[in-house]
């Protein structure tokens, strides 16, 4: 693609420090995210996928720096986030907005739907009283609720109108980027799936670009353009979201795929064992992070870091196997 | 069937006692476990089946929480009518149960060894020696290794899969018919999920214990039960054999259930979606209570509650348009007859 990507992600990594002992000193840091890169292009949707600790979440907030991170660089637009001003950075977000997993917990009780979806406007200074109110009922139609429900508490909806009202709340400032972080995985099926069709509704129409993190590969499927999957901190591969389903190339990629159970009885699947469970991030492996629990594990995967290599056009992957 | 119900739940009602006063959770449950097999039952949040587990188990935080009508046999006793001291011989014993938390079922106080002896104790006036063998054979038989050194362990040691098999092996020692296993692997990550599901059929398999499992998902479902019980809110609206129920469901809300899960297999252009939400417990009064969300509804779906059909063999249906079906079914082929 020759225009300019969105968002351009280098090296990424964040350390957090292991407190311990007699005055909490440090006593030894999780990488949490350890040397990760991709771009996303302007209007895709870009999915980070993976399974508890591999990091996913954490690169979600390094993207809106609601993290600093240890090393490494989030181009947005071109520009490095990270060597923003406070204030430079606060207008920035108004162009990079979170929908959050929990809709219980990411709306504050004792405020009005009205003033949740003002807030964005008046801390930017967007538009007069008015068009605020304006925008507020014009937001609430567009993620398909009514207007009368801009007066009610968010103890007064069910799980999937409160997840409404918080992706409302990440469109009030028109944003180009949306970190949707794990967004339905709360909700029921039936719920879920009214979620996944409003979101993708809303990309055509605002034209927006999701970072959309998730740990279901069947949701993830549906959803995304290109993704990336994450393992201990790492991202083993990255592909065009089609491809990847069609001809995973990691070890891990593989396992994950064939893990997921398939709701129709009639289908018998060669399941890929995996062994163990996720070592530690504080004390990852030698070499290639997944080598203890890989089923095509060499000696060089125990010492040597496997290196990311385009393996087809688009198609990236970590892994000693795909040397040549 | 000669096979007689390992567990037999006939009419279940359980209710709860709020401000507002009574509030049914659950109503007309009813359905039977035979020996050794997988039953799923399915719903989503708010269906009322871990108020069915519980109801089974004893278990309803009383108050607010009472069985108000039905009955529930384990091997021909009704259990319902027993008191709280047999009922502390049948639990753990004869029926056990698994939950979703592994994290916050296992006490953080007391060893993985301990914990496991007391299961043993409780109902069994053995020696310490005897009951910590049984231990160690059980941990063995969940697939967990170093097992002298696990007995020591504390619960945080562990990592959620390993406490989850922990929690199966306590569950298991005092060899139950019935093992209730409330979203067992909703917690877990899909590799470790995977992990668990297999070690739940080989237990079926290897020890012929009965498994009740409850979850939101139908994937499971599939993957490990042999017949599934579809709960929407508080009652069972379709009952059938796996392969009946994912190939040719008969009621509206199974029917969108199924069209509404993301398919992994292919990229689909739209999801399919249920409108509107899971009405209040208690706020349907009367009709069917998938009337608001339902696509086929009739006029008299909103007036009268439809009855639950039996189509053909081991296939119940809770909804008005199979005994329409039915009718024209008995009709046609009284025609042919002709």
């Known amino acids: 693609m020759s225009s300019q990507p969105l968002l351009q992600v280098n090296d990424l990594r964040k350390e957090f420090p292991i407190k311990g002992g007699v005055f909490g000193r440090e006593i030894g840091t999780v990488q949490a995210v350890n040397g990760i890169s991709f771009t996303v292009n302007k209007g895709e949707t870009f999915s980070l996928v993976g399974e508890s600790g591999c990091g996913k979440s954490t690169t979600g907030k390094l993207l809106l720096r609601l993290h600093e991170p240890t090393g490494g660089e989030v181009l947005f637009e071109g520009e490095n986030i990270y060597t923003f001003s406070k204030e430079k950075m606060r207008k920035t977000r108004r162009d990079m907005q979170m929908v959050f997993q929990d809709p219980f917990a990411s709306l504050n009780p004792r405020h009005t739907i009205e003033k949740i979806l ?57 944003p180009k980027l949306i970190v949707a972080d794990e967004p339905v995985s709360a909700l029921d099926v039936s719920i879920q799936s009214q979620v996944l069709n409003l979101m993708k509704d809303l990309q055509q129409e605002f034209e927006l670009t999701y970072i959309f993190i998730s740990h279901d590969l069947g949701v993830v499927r549906y959803i995304s353009d290109r993704i990336g999957v994450m393992y201990l901190g790492h991202m083993v591969e990255l592909s065009d979201s089609e491809e990847l389903y069609r001809e995973p190339l990691h070890p891990y990629t593989k396992t994950l795929l064939s893990a997921v159970p398939i709701a129709d009885p009639t289908v018998k699947r060669e399941r890929i064992e995996i062994k163990g469970d996720l070592p530690s991030p ?38 000693h196997l795909y040397n040549d | 069937m000669t096979i007689k119900p390992l567990l037999q739940v006939k009419n279940l009602k359980t209710s709860f006692f709020t401000d507002d006063g009574e509030v049914p959770a659950v109503e007309d449950i009813s359905f039977n476990v035979y020996p050794g097999e997988i039953v799923g039952i399915v719903g989503e949040s708010g269906s009322g089946k871990s108020v069915t587990s519980l109801s089974i188990m004893g278990l309803l935080p009383n108050p607010p929480g009472k069985v108000t009508g039905g009955e529930i046999y384990l091997n021909g006793k009704n259990i319902l009518q027993f008191n709280e001291k047999q009922m502390r011989r049948v639990r753990g014993n004869e029926l056990a149960m698994i939950f979703q938390e592994p994290m916050t079922s296992l006490n953080p106080l007391f060893t993985i060894g301990n914990q496991l002896m007391e299961a043993v104790l409780i109902h069994n006036k053995w020696p310490k020696k005897k009951a910590y063998d049984r231990a160690v054979e059980m941990l063995r038989l969940v697939g967990l ?38 979203e067992p692997t909703t917690a877990l990550d899909v590799t470790i999920q995977a992990q668990i599901l297999q070690l739940i059929k080989e237990i079926n398999e290897k020890l012929k214990t009965a498994v009740l499992l409850i979850t939101h998902d139908l994937g499971v479902v599939a993957e490990v039960c042999e017949r599934v019980i579809v709960m929407y809110a508080g009652k069972i ?102």
């Open chain 2, 145 to 182: 290794p170093r097992h002298e050194e696990l007995m020591n362990a504390y619960p945080h040691e562990l990592s959620g899969g390993m406490r989850q098999r922990v929690m199966i092996a306590m569950a298991l020692i005092c060899n139950p018919k019935v093992l209730i296993a409330d």
């Open chain 2, 237 to 338: 609206v379709e009952e059938g054999d796996v392969h009946t129920i994912f190939q040719n469901p008969q009621h509206p809300y199974t029917k969108g259930l199924l069209q509404s899960i993301p398919d992994i297999r292919k990229k689909e252009k739209r999801l399919y979606s249920i409108p509107g939400t899971v009405p209040k417990p208690g706020s349907v009064k009367k009709g069917c209570r998938f009337y608001s969300r339902c696509n086929v509804r009739m006029p008299r779906c909103l007036h009268d509650q439809p009855p639950y059909y039996t189509t053909e063999e081991n296939h119940k249906v809770r909804c008005w348009l199979v005994e329409k079906e039915g009718e024209e079914r008995e009709q046609s082929t009284i025609t042919t007859s002709q």
């Open chain 1, 282 to 319: 504080s004390n990852p492996p030698s070499g290639c992070v997944f080598h203890t629990r890989c089923n095509a594990c060499m000696d060089i995967c125990k010492v040597e870091k496997p290196k990311m290599k385009q393996f087809r056009p688009g198609h990236y992957v970590a892994c």
């Open chain 1, 118 to 174: 003002t807030e964005p406007l008046i801390v930017h200074g967007i538009g007069t009283k008015e068009e605020r109110k304006e925008k507020v009922e014009h937001i609430l139609d567009v993620v398909g609720m009514r207007k009368e429900h801009k007066k009610r508490y968010p103890h007064q909806f069910s799980g999937g109108q409160r997840q409404r009202i918080g992706i409302a709340r990440a469109l009030m400032t028109n």
